[in-house]
């Protein structure tokens, strides 16, 4: 049985790649780019700078309710586990009895052992069935909380950005998309925050 949650992180940073890219309003006085002496890459407090971005797995591993989610659907599919591996034992048992049977001439007749063999064929093929039950039901969940996820920061987003002061927010997934940034432009640790202030707000309500 497939393992999920041994990828579910880059699952949720795949989801958040596509999400990160926000184009704003137009504002008067806002959206320009800032010239800097040369030689100086950093933005300073009060510069406009139209573009930011959020390292995207630095953001999963702070952000309580990633890590909430994750932990959901980690316990599913230890059920799920659990539940095949059951199933999988109790077959392994009655194949194991029935190729001793075979070897010590148990059955009455070879018609016997013939029905008896296809008898545990059909339910290895039950058995096929369920792992791929279990495995379908551990990939629709886990696109719902993605959902869930995504829809939560882009809410936030939204709202982090009403004034358009950024055109454009980047995912900087596990350092590939960023090379290099003037100090200021990686957001994450602001988002991380608000978000964490804003899901332990809603626990307490």
């Known amino acids: 049985m497939k393992r999920f949650l041994l990828v579910v992180n880059l699952v949720f940073l795949a989801g958040l790649s596509s999400l990160l890219l926000v184009g704003c309003n137009e504002k008067a006085g806002t959206g320009a780019y800032v010239d800097t002496p040369a ?59 029935f190729q001793r049977k075979v070897q010590n001439n148990g059955f009455l007749s070879r018609e016997r052992a013939e029905q008896e063999q296809k008898n545990l064929m059909a339910k290895d093929q039950e058995l096929q069935g369920l792992n791929a039950k279990l495995s379908n039901e551990l990939m629709v969940e886990q696109e719902k909380l ?37 100090p200021g432009i990686n957001i994450t640790q602001e988002i991380a925050d608000a978000l964490n202030a804003r899901y332990e707000a809603g626990k307490s309500k």
Request: proline share 1%.
């Open 39 to 97: 030689g100086n890459g950093s933005i300073s407090k009060g510069d406009v700078f139209p573009i930011a971005y959020i390292d995207t797995d630095s953001l999963l591993r702070q952000y309580q309710f990633a890590i909430y989610l994750q932990e959901e659907l980690l316990k599913k599919e230890e059920k799920s586990r659990t539940d095949f591996n059951e199933q999988a034992k109790k077959l392994q048992t009655q194949m194991a009895e």
């Open 146 to 182: 993605n959902r869930q996820l995504r829809d939560t920061l882009s809410s936030y987003l939204e709202e982090f950005n009403k004034d358009g002061k950024y055109k454009l927010i980047l995912s900087n997934t596990l350092g590939d998309n960023v090379l290099y940034s003037a």
